[in-house]
């Protein structure tokens, strides 16, 4: 069976301090992969999404990158966290075409 | 790009009513429409799902209609009960460059929905 591993689920950042936030998928090939950011609980916000190796598209402008440097890895990125980054951030994967997407158990990040 | 417009944005009902929550979106060429049930600090899961070639599908009490030349779909809570408590979500699968969708889910904004006993 197939299974999503997010990790760290909780994080404490300062700002202008680096962030990496790691996904990878289990038991499944040439997933497509998210990363989406909730905000106070509500609202799934799509960040990236990746087609394959290094095929990503940014949806949003931010302080935020993303790489995918193998099939079922997704890496979220920062080099410098502002406080507006705090969010509920979730990884998520799906088979292609129009289907369900499996979501990660999701990072907590608080920058102060 | 595809929006995706939710509401209410809260509802409250009691044990046994129903509920209903509606979603409007703007990419007619989205053809994937899932609904995600989120418990407080929790990952969202799939609840139910339809494809436009459908109008109406339905899981024990839960149910959800697709209107597509309105571009609206629904879901429908009947017999709630108090572990239906959570906040919704519903999404649609828009279209990327091309015409390709890839999966690329758009979520509404999420209606917390509070059942009481």
């Known amino acids: 069976s197939q299974t999503i591993h997010q990790w760290p689920a909780t994080l404490v950042q300062p700002v202008g301090s680096p962030l990496s936030l790691e996904c990878t998928v289990e038991g499944t090939s040439n997933p497509n992969l998210y990363w989406y950011r909730q905000a106070a609980g509500r609202g799934l916000q799509l960040l990236f999404y990746s087609i394959g190796i290094d095929q990503i598209s940014s949806e949003v402008p931010q302080n935020l990158s993303a790489s995918r440097p193998q099939d079922r890895q997704f890496i979220l990125s920062s080099k410098k966290l502002l406080l507006s980054d705090s969010g509920f951030y979730l990884c998520a994967w799906s088979y292609r075409g129009d289907t369900e997407a499996f979501f990660g158990q999701g990072t907590r990040l608080t920058v102060v | 790009g595809e929006n995706v417009e939710q509401h209410p944005s809260t509802l409250s009902v009691q044990e046994g009513d129903s509920a209903v929550i509606k979603c409007t979106y703007s990419?007619?060429?989205?053809?994937?429409f899932p609904w995600y049930k989120q418990e407080l600090g929790k990952r969202p899961q799939l609840i139910i799902d339809i494809r436009s070639n459908v109008g109406e599908k339905k899981d024990q009490r839960i149910a959800v209609t697709l209107n597509k030349t309105a571009k609206h779909f629904s879901l429908h809570i009947t017999e709630t009960q108090p572990e239906d408590s959570a906040v919704y979500f519903c999404?649609?699968?828009?279209?990327?460059?091309?015409?390709?969708?890839?999966?690329?889910?758009?979520f509404g904004q999420g209606t917390i929905l509070t059942v009481h006993p």
């Open positions: 999404a649609a699968a828009g279209r990327g460059a091309g015409g390709t969708s890839y999966g690329k889910l758009t």
């Open positions: 990419d007619s060429a989205s053809n994937y």
